[in-house]
């Protein structure tokens, strides 16, 4: 399968079926940008999407399905290096909230791992949010991924921060196997969908 170009802006590689849960595909996502293109999350086929400058994951999860021939330089959480480095060398880390570039900012959301991070980039007039796991379309709409080793009050505390924040774009690591990469939402739809999240999550 070819990558999707999914907007003008956004390029996605060929979906691909998680061996511990098929009915989930991942991709990574290529970020057109004039300072230089960005890679998000690890999936098979995303080094082959155009030249990129910089290599983000969302959580270390993804470092099993980054392809061998990727040489931009990788950034992670600092908390998710150790299990990131096994498997790909990470140039760098970081720990704190910041924006690169004027145009995509850093979002550490731990809970699902301890070094989980949003990416919320603006671009063309919309704002773009990229959650890994820590929300993702499964069917029937928006989901949470709470592992038995995921941090529960953190979790909670990181979909607060996500509740807060505005986007047009939901841009998950995984996505239900033939339905949308992606989901167009607004504050309004955005708020709801994670409020019942949150209450799902409070109730267990």
């Known amino acids: 399968m070819t990558s999707t170009t999914l907007l003008p802006e956004l390029v996605a590689s060929p979906p691909h ?26 999936a098979p086929g995303g080094s082959a999407l155009g030249d990129i400058s910089r290599a983000y994951l969302n959580h270390s999860h993804e470092a099993a399905f980054l392809d061998r021939a990727l040489t931009a330089p990788l950034f992670v ?19 704190e909230r910041h924006t690169l570039d004027d145009d995509l900012e850093v ?6 791992t301890p070094g989980a991070t949003a990416y919320l980039w603006t671009s063309g007039g919309r704002r773009f949010l990229f959650t890994g796991d820590t929300l993702f379309l499964g069917d029937g709409g928006w989901r949470a991924a709470v592992l ?22 939901l841009v998950p690591w995984g996505a239900a196997a033939g339905g949308p990469a992606y989901a167009e939402t607004d504050p309004d739809d955005a708020r709801a969908r994670i409020d019942a999240i949150l209450e799902r999550i409070r109730g267990t």
Do not use: K, M, Q, W
């Open 17 to 42: 079926a998680l061996p511990f849960a098929t009915s989930l595909h991942i991709r990574s996502y290529l970020l057109r940008r004039d300072t230089g293109n960005v890679l998000i999350y690890g």
């Open 77 to 95: 959480h600092a908390a998710d290096r150790a299990e990131t480095e096994p498997h790909h060398h990470v140039r760098a880390t970081f720990s």
């Open 148 to 169: 038995d080793s995921s941090d529960r009050e953190a979790y909670v505390r990181s979909l607060e921060l996500l509740r807060g924040l505005e986007f047009d774009v």
């Open 107 to 112: 979002i550490p959301i731990p809970g699902h």
